[in-house]
């Protein structure tokens, strides 16, 4: 089983519109989560870090569910220029300097 | 705003040659670390450094070297490139450990095929 699991997607949405996705992780002791985005052949760029409140910047909410393993990232008002890859990233502590990636959510926003 | 840079940008390798991606930082960053990103797959840790002199294997070293003289630059050594190495290649950085206090910054990239 993979360390971090994503729906690839792509989803496709229409300006405006609020997409939503989940990522699942295996390992129940892990501790930091983010969200990255990395848009096409560039690199990969820190969204947000997640909380285990949950935790909104602007239009992102990030969302944590430690006993179902899974984070969430929420967009609203959907942008065009939110269309990119979504990375899922998770370490099993503070002390860890392995993060593990997941392979990425695409979300494509459409005029 | 430098951040984290890396050369080249993109490369083609006959199998059995060697290289190096330079990587080189200026935030004073105590931890440098290199990626590799295969299509469809997340990003695999394959050395990382937490200081200059001080270097360890991630996931996926074989087939790889690094050193880390200074706390700038953490070169990446391929010996004996073979097509399973041909990826995507990211340096990256960050003034501590990779937690929610302190964001790891990413190259741009070396897109590196080994034919």
């Known amino acids: 089983r993979k360390e971090v699991e994503q729906d690839p997607g792509p989803f496709n949405v229409p300006e405006g519109a609020t997409v939503a996705f989940n990522c699942t992780y295996s390992?129940?002791?892990?501790?930091?989560f983010f969200w990255y985005r990395q848009d096409c052949r560039k690199e990969p760029k820190l969204l947000m870090s997640?909380?285990?409140s949950g935790n909104e910047d602007g239009r992102f909410t990030a969302q944590l569910n430690r006993a179902s393993q899974y984070i969430s990232l929420l967009i609203r008002d959907s942008k065009l220029s939110d269309s990119a890859t979504y990375l899922c990233?998770?370490?099993?502590?503070?002390?860890?300097?392995?993060?593990?990636f997941g392979a990425g959510t695409t979300v494509t926003v459409r005029a | 705003n430098a951040g984290v840079t890396q050369t080249p940008k993109f490369r083609i390798l006959k199998i059995g040659q060697s290289m190096t991606l330079q990587c080189t930082q200026d935030?004073?960053?105590?931890?440098m670390y290199w990626y590799r990103q295969d299509p469809g797959m997340g990003l695999k840790l394959i050395y990382y450094?937490?200081?200059?002199?001080?270097?360890d294997k991630g996931e996926v070293p074989n087939g790889y070297n690094v050193s880390r003289s200074t706390t700038e630059d953490f070169p990446l050594r391929l010996e004996l490139a073979a097509p399973s190495q041909t990826s995507v290649y990211f340096c990256?950085?960050?003034?501590?450990?990779?937690?929610?206090?302190?964001?790891?910054?990413f190259g741009e990239g070396s897109w590196l095929t080994v034919v």
């Open positions: 990256a950085s960050s003034y501590s450990k990779g937690d929610t206090r302190n964001t790891i910054y």
């Open positions: 390992n129940s002791a892990s501790q930091s």
């Open positions: 997640v909380y285990s």
């Open positions: 990233v998770v370490s099993l502590s503070s002390n860890d300097y392995k993060l593990s």
């Open positions: 935030m004073n960053h105590n931890y």
């Open positions: 450094s937490v200081g200059a002199g001080i270097t």
